[in-house]
Structures are given as C-alpha cells and as structure tokens.
C-alpha cells in the first residue's frame, strides 16, 4: 500500500471492470510535464512507501526545472524486465550464483526470485552460415541449437526455477520487436490489496535497443545486466530527474524517403545536440503523421544518439496498432480510457515545458546511409560514391562530407516527379555501374576471382560483400520491409540479379513478416536476388554475419582489401560485423536490396543504373522504387491482425529441440565443470555480510591509453572469436575445435572466454603500444615493457598485485548496454578509469561491477596533461570516507620520477551508486540486502 500523501488514489471504469489508478491531475502542475515525465510521476506516486519513494521526491519531480541540472534523486520501479540471450544468460548466470552464495551465507535460496515479470527472448544466437539457398532457415537453426545447448538447457532450467520468468524460444523472433506486438501491455494490471490496479506500463531491458518500445508509449530503456538482475529483485531504479528535449514534428515524408531516413537524420542531429542522459519527447501535429512502425524506429535508435529514451505519447496510431497486432479489444480500450483520465492522450496543440526544444521538418529529409563505423555519422545518398571514394582514400569522415553537402540536386529531386525523391533526370547520362563521377582519390586495386557458381568476378575496394536485411530497427516495420520486397520483385521483373560477390540475408524481427510475404507474394521475389530466410534473429547487426563467400574470404584477405557491408541495422562501430569488412554502412532494407544489386558504394543509386536489364536496356533505381501508395496498398490488403494473433498464440512452447532439452530439478544449478559454455562465476568469491572498508588505489599501471568513442564493441567485442586470439587459444586447450568455437556473445556465460576478450577488439588502437591493433598493451611487469596481449598483462598484474586504470577519450563506453564491458573490465583488474566522458550505461556499469569512474576537468585529457599512459598512479582520498568525494586527486608518476598531479570529477552520481561502490559492486550489495531482509535459513 503506497502512503499517498497526495491524496491521488482514485477508481477508474472500463467495461465493467473497476480499475485503482493514481490520478495525475491532482498533482496541480501534472499538466506542465512532458509525456515521460508524467510517467516517471505515475510511477512515483503509486510507489510512495515513505522509505524509498518519499514525498519529497514526488514533490521535487512535481516541481521539475526544465533546464536545471544535478536534480533530485527519485527511484524508479519498472513494471517488468526485458532480455535477450546474450545479455540475459549472464543475468540468470549471476543469479544462479548469488543462490549459492546465499546458501553459503546461512540464507534462503527463494530469496533469490524475480519480483517483477521478467521475459528474455532468445534471439542472438543464429549466425548466417547458410544464405542463398531454401533450406538456409532450417540449416542456420540446427547449427545453432547445436551450438548452444548448453546455455539453452540453463534457460529451460531457470524459467521452471524461477517464478516470474519466462522465456521465448530461438527461431521465433527479435526481442524488441516481440515486445512491440506481444509482450508490452502499454497499460500495466496487477492485483493489488484493494483490487485491481492499472498503471503505465514501463519496463528496463538488457538491450540497449529497448526504446524501442517508446513508440508504443510505453516508458523504457536498457539498463546493464547487473542492473537488471536488481530490477528483477525488486530494487528500485536509482535515476537523476533527467532534462527532457522536446522533438516538435512538422510536415511529411517526401515520396521516397523511408523511417530509415528519419532515424538516421535525427541521430546525426541528436549526436550534435548532446542528449546523453537525458530524456526525448517527440510531440507537435506531424507526429499523428507518423506511422506506429516508423515511431518505434526512432525509439530503436535512441542509444545511437545517446538519449535515454525517446518517447511518442499514446493517440489513435497507438490503438490502431494495438488492434492490429491482435490486442484483446478490452486492453485497447482500457489503454485509451485510462491515458484519457491521466492527461497521457496526445494533444497536438499542447506543449509542454521541455528543457530544450527542436523542430524537425518532416519535408527535408533524404536518402541516406550512416557509416562507415557510427550510427550519427549519416550520407546522403546522392554523394556516397565520392564521400566513400574519399573515406578510402584516407581522410576521415568530417572531410569526407564537407565539401560534397552542397552538391546540385536539381536533377536528382525534380519537384514534380511522383517519386522524386529517388529519380534522376530524364536527361542524366547513362553510367556503368561502378561508376565514382565525384571523388576519384580511392585506390583502385580491382582482383580477378574465379566464383564456385562459375563465371568470374573482379573485387575491388569499397565494394559490397554483404548487403544484410536485419536487425528489429528496421525488420519490424512493415513500410520498409514491404517497400524491399516491392523492390525485389520489380528487379526481378527487370532480369538483373545480385552481384556474385554479395552474401545476401533476410532475418525478420518476427515469424509475421515472413507470413505477410507469402501472402503479398514477395517472397519468390526475394529468394530470386539471394536474401533467402537465414533465421529470426540480429544476425548481421550483431556480429553473426556468417562466414563471407569463400572466393571473396581469401582474395580480401590475400589482397588486402577494403570491403563493405550494408546492413538495414543500427549498429556499424568497428571490428562489429564482419572482421574483414572494414567499411559498414547502415541503410533501408530498400536500398540494402538496391547495393546487392550493384555490388559496390561507388555507384550513385540516384543517378546511375543499377545494371542491364532482360530487354538489354540500363535499368535505374528509378524504375523499380514503388511509391508510398504501392506500399500502403499491399499493407491494407495482407497485413492482419489474425496474422499476429496465430504467430503469438504459443509463443512459449518452442520447437522439437527446445521441449527435448532436459531440465534438472531442485532450487540450486548444478553446475557442469565441463561446459565452456557456463560456468560459476567468481563474483561472491570471499563476499561476507559486510563490506570491506574503501580505499586508495596506489601503484595502478595504465592497461590502455585509449581515444574517443570507444564502444562497447571495442571493450567487449561481439561476432567470431579467433583461432589465436586468448579466448581462441582458451577453448583449443579445453578440446572445442574451431568450427564450435561460436562467438563471444553466445559465451558471455563462461567468465573465463570473457575475460580473454575484454579489450580483444580487432580495431582496437590502444596508444600505450603504437603501432599495434587489436587486443594489445605493454606489461610493465617485465623489463622495459614489452608489447604483450592484453590479457596476458592482466595475468601478470594480478600476480603482481598491481591494481589498473583505463586512460580514455570523449563518449567512452558508448553503444550496447553490454554489462560485460564492465565485468571483464573488473576481472582483469581494473580499479578505476579515468575519462573525458561517458556514456550513461557504461558508467553505471562499471559502478555496478566496483570499478571507479573519474572524469578529466573540463579542458583536461591525457594529451593536455601529458600523460604517456607509462606512469605510475596514484588516486587518493577515497580511504576512510564514508560519503564518497566529488573529487579526487591523481598522482601521475613518470619513469623520471616527475609527478603530473590532477584532480578528477568522481562520477558516482546517486547515493545509490555510492552504496553500490562502497559494497565492491551492485551484486555483493543486492545479495547483503537480502541476507537483512529475512532471517537466516539453510534451506536448500
């Protein structure tokens, strides 16, 4: 029972059904705030205990600044949690762990449950093996089953353990698109002690990817593992009262322009704002313009522009969707009675308080692609040939752009075309394919390869070995994946074909593509140009792109060349999709079909043909675009609720393989000694009931000497694990041959494969070793400091009882909210790292795993200070204190003995947090917390 000192308990009616509610419009400046706000208010109001939740916290969020900074901390209780497998098996693997060590402590194992609903998709296993061929879906699923039995078996395991746990088998789809059509209730139901209580539906996920589900309404965003094992316990959400940016929509879609679009324009103008942390609202007359599927695209994307979430408030796209995707019709109505009553209904003509406000005309967007290794850095299609003839010439990507904005585009976007935004003029010269008319400075190195399908091929850098339809941003919204197919079959109609050099995929987000192709009639189409069914997963955008065509593997690797992927995903950083293609561009499944097509970027796709057709003439983009009416029509006419309804209604139960697995009884895991797959991991090692006093760090050698926008890609890499690489080595001395080695994010389970691969990134440039790339540092532990892995040095260091530290640029540890970023990060022996920025996630990570976060002043790096990352540091005033410092002092020590002293921001920004640090990380903390709660017990 909340203590509802605001007196907002209320009844609300639907149907006959009587609901409790907690009324916002007694709260008297409730109508001031922002859609995720109110929320957040909601939340707050129904959650009041007195203790954790107060009312000076539902009070200071009633009072919210718009542009203060630094404001209250309120605590923030998710509805449910989300995973998926890779982050979600090591979620279940430390709360297996923290069973025993409860065991071990005299205390109950049961009380180790999820409190709240928690549903992990398993969906980013599947690795592209087979492509190109019919039987490529069932091929991929065995071989991945295979694979992963082991993790599977542990899933099976947990979800009949542990109560509020549930889990939706491989092959059945992508994690956030599942949440938009089935899991997400928009409006949450629950029994409470006087009935039934209705409440916005919000949820914490362990994917980044999770605001995905914004553009239903429903308030969530990824959170670390670590953090979401304590949601699922019922800890409270420590969070700052965030700024919230208001996105004010104007006008329409020019013909020709997809979500992809948008998405990409809008984190390109997001990345220059500078939203890290902070909220987005979208709201104004052209969002009820904007279709549900493109709202949840945006919402997808938000960690590519560093926002916390980004939100669409509920109207009548929300029910519409809702109906669509067969929501019983009681829930819909429910929903919009219930965001009526609470002022969460969507009025165009209402603008709230918002920190900070941008307009985005809907009528100026264009064409574009984003790479070659961020999400932000966006290319308007009418100049990526020469924009990529420049990046592989060498200049980076500011030069590679500036200069080319400007370029005529008169004939390219003639007003009255129908489809104007992908034609070309009448008049426009015919080019070969190939053709790079802007920019001819990349070097030219074309190869001659015989193909096993006969005939032969000429590779060349910049051209495209994997044009990939992949990943939830894109596969769940069915206006560009319907546009694809229209744009295959018009291709085919044409007689061109995919280039033979192009490994072609289709991974939908969900078994319903897949049903509203064959029912369009689209899927022959695509079959024809190679994007083939490969499975229901992230495939491509997650690193599990599949071995290349073999031809292409050894001339790239024999020639050393540089060589493309175009993927309809969200994610392209570095050493991510595939370790041969340096260049990865993200665009619409349209155009990923258009560059299988031509098979290079240095084609112009608004402009020059896409190849010869059957009748002997060139063949434009132009020709086979279907335009938004073509795309609308066969969306009313295939796309049906009954569609959703059957591919959900066993959504649980899994195939053959799945029921066949053995479950072990009993309250405790009985772990494999065996499995290099799972294993117990050493975080409870020595934990008693209470925490070891802080201290200083003294003696720290720096591990690496690291940039800007180091990713979580870099720091905990994803796809293949290399024969010679530490991981690579480990599992040949435990007798997995190469072909089982799968990849890290399938092994996230076994600490020991981790650990070997923290920091293993392949284009990792750590500047403590020049010269070198990949998993490299020098190890101060030998005589002059040799160039050593950096997992060896770690080794070396531990043994010595030397404690690291990390030297970082701007935006460290931005992208996937990957908790073993952090926990590698510990495990190697790093007590603190010491950077210009952060990206939110990562941060809170690696407080959750007791590894200290320090910020440089503003104007200071390691370049500024005149740091080599060869000294030895000191970093003083944490011992003896109870209340952590806002600042600390770091001695730098050089081998001269010439000491560099600064101080650093301690970025532990909640008490919250400083309770995680002082217990040496949130799971030691979650597990003493529930030693208090209840009476010692040996239960077993």
């Keep these: 029972m909340s203590s509802d000192s605001f007196g907002t308990r209320d009844t609300l009616t639907v149907d006959g059904t009587r609901y409790q509610i907690y009324r916002l419009d007694r709260i008297k400046t409730a109508h001031r705030l922002p859609y995720s706000l109110k929320v957040l208010l909601e939340n707050l109001l129904r959650n009041e205990d007195g203790h954790l939740v107060t009312r000076e916290q539902i009070q200071s969020l009633a009072d919210w600044q718009p542009r203060a900074t630094g ?71 065995q071989l991945e089953f295979e694979r992963n039995v082991e993790r599977y078996q542990m899933l099976r395991w947990a979800q009949h353990a542990f109560d509020n746990f549930k889990v939706v088998p491989p092959d059945t789809g992508i994690c956030h698109q599942v949440n938009l059509e089935y899991l997400s209730r928009v409006v949450f139901t629950r029994e409470g002690p006087d009935g039934m209580l209705a409440y916005p ?260 850098n910049g051209h495209v070995v994997i044009a990939a339809i992949t990943s939830c941003t894109n596969t769940s919204n069915p206006l560009v994946m319907i546009g694809a197919g229209l744009l295959a079959k018009r291709a085919v109609e044409k007689g061109l074909s995919r280039k033979p050099w192009v490994k072609t995929s289709l991974a939908p987000g969900s078994r319903v593509v897949t049903d509203y192709y064959d029912r369009a009639g689209l899927t022959p189409y695509l079959d ?95 020709d086979i675009w279907p335009s938004n009416r073509e795309i609308q029509n066969v969306i009313d006419a295939y796309v049906k609720a009954d569609m959703f309804a059957k591919g959900y209604a066993d959504v649980f139960a899994g195939d053959d393989n799945w029921r066949g697995l053995k479950v072990p009884g009993g309250n405790a895991f009985q772990w494999d000694a065996d499995s290099t797959y799972v294993r117990q991991p050493p975080y409870f090692d020595g934990v008693g009931r209470e925490p070891a006093p802080l201290t200083d760090i003294r003696g720290a050698r720096v591990l690496a000497r690291l940039g800007d926008s180091v990713t979580t890609d870099h ?81 070396n260091y531990l043994a010595a009882g030397t404690p690291l530290v990390i030297l970082a640029g701007k935006e460290y540890g931005s992208g996937s909210s990957r908790d073993w970023a952090a926990k590698g990060t510990a495990l190697l022996g790093v007590r603190a790292v010491i950077a210009q920025s952060y990206e939110r996630i990562h941060r809170s990570n690696l407080i959750g795993m007791g590894v200290l976060p320090l910020q440089f002043q503003e104007g200071q790096n390691a370049d500024t200070l005149g740091l080599s990352g060869e000294e030895t540091f000191e970093i003083a005033g944490l011992a003896g204190r109870e209340a952590l410092p806002h600042s600390v002092r770091v001695k730098a020590t050089d081998a001269q003995g010439k000491e560099h002293v600064f101080d650093t921001i301690v970025r532990i920004d909640t008490p919250a947090e400083a309770a995680y640090y002082r217990h040496g990380g949130i799971l030691p903390y979650m597990l003493r917390q529930l030693l208090d709660a209840a009476p010692a017990s040996a239960t077993t």
Excluded at 113 to 130: F, G, M, Q, T, W
């Design 528 to 622: 024809r140009l190679g994007f083939n069914l490969v499975g229901y997963g992230c495939t491509t955008c997650i690193g599990n792109s599949g071995p290349l065509i073999p031809e292409v593997t050894a001339a790239v690797a024999e020639h050393d060349l540089n060589v493309c992927s175009v993927l309809s995903g969200n994610r392209n950083f570095e050493g991510r999709i595939h370790p041969q293609s340096q260049m990865n561009f993200l665009a619409s499944p349209l155009l990923v079909v258009a560059y299988a097509l031509v098979g290079t970027m240095h084609t112009n796709l608004l402009k020059d043909p896409l190849g010869t057709g059957s009748d002997g003439k060139p063949v434009y983009l132009r």
């Design 71 to 141: 404001q209250q901390e309120v605590q923030y209780t998710p509805a449910r949690v989300l995973m998926q497998d890779f982050t979600g098996v090591p979620c279940v693997v430390d709360l297996v762990a923290m069973r025993d060590a409860i065991i071990a402590l005299g205390g109950d194992p049961q009380q180790i449950n999820p409190l709240v609903p928690s549903e992990l998709v398993i969906d980013h296993s599947v690795i592209v093996d087979a492509f190109g061929q019919s039987d490529a879906f069932s091929i991929n699923a």
């Design 715 to 795: 720091i905990s890499p994803a796809g293949a694990i290399k024969v010679d690489s530490p991981a690579g080595k480990y599992l040949t001395e435990h007798g997995v041959e190469r072909k089982y080695f799968n990849s890290y994010g399938s092994r996230r389970g076994n600490h020991e494969v981790m650990i070997r691969g923290t920091f293993a990134n392949i284009r990792l440039r750590n500047q403590l070793a020049p010269g070198t790339e990949g998993g490299f540092t020098r190890d101060f532990t030998r005589q002059g400091g040799p160039v050593s892995t950096i997992f060896d040095a770690s080794v």
């Design 201 to 460: 539906d919000t949820l914490v996920g362990t994917d980044s990817h999770t605001p995905m589900v914004n553009g239903l309404g429903v308030l969530g965003w990824g959170v670390g593992g670590i953090e979401a094992e304590a949601a699922m316990l019922g800890q409270p959400m420590s969070m700052l009262i965030p700024q919230v940016v208001g996105i004010k929509l104007t006008g329409e879609f020019p013909p020709g322009t997809t979500a992809t679009d948008l998405v990409l324009t809008v984190a390109e103008l997001l990345r220059k704002t500078g939203v890290v942390g902070k909220f987005v609202d979208f709201y104004g007359p052209g969002v009820a313009r904007i279709p549900l599927a493109n709202r949840a695209t945006l919402g997808n994307m938000s960690p590519e522009y560093g926002a916390t979430c980004a939100i669409f408030p509920i109207d009548d796209e929300t029910l519409a969707y809702l109906r669509l995707t067969g929501r019983p019709e009681h829930q819909v109505r429910l929903v919009e009675a219930y965001a009526k009553a609470q002022g969460l209904w969507h009025d165009p003509d209402h603008e709230a308080e918002y920190s900070q406000t941008l307009e985005l005309d809907l009528g100026t967007l264009e064409p574009s692609i984003a790479g070659p290794k961020r999400p932000q850095d966006r290319i308007p299609v009418r100049i990526a040939p020469g924009a990529v003839g420049a990046l592989l010439g060498g200049q980076p990507y500011e030069k590679a752009i500036l200069g080319r904005l400007d370029e005529a585009i008169d004939e390219s976007f003639p007003a009255s075309d129908p489809v104007s935004i992908v034609r070309g003029s009448a008049s426009d010269a015919p080019h070969a394919p190939g053709h790079c008319d802007i920019g001819h400075d990349w070097p030219h190195a074309p190869v001659e390869i015989a193909m096993a399908s006969g005939g032969s091929a000429r590779l060349d």
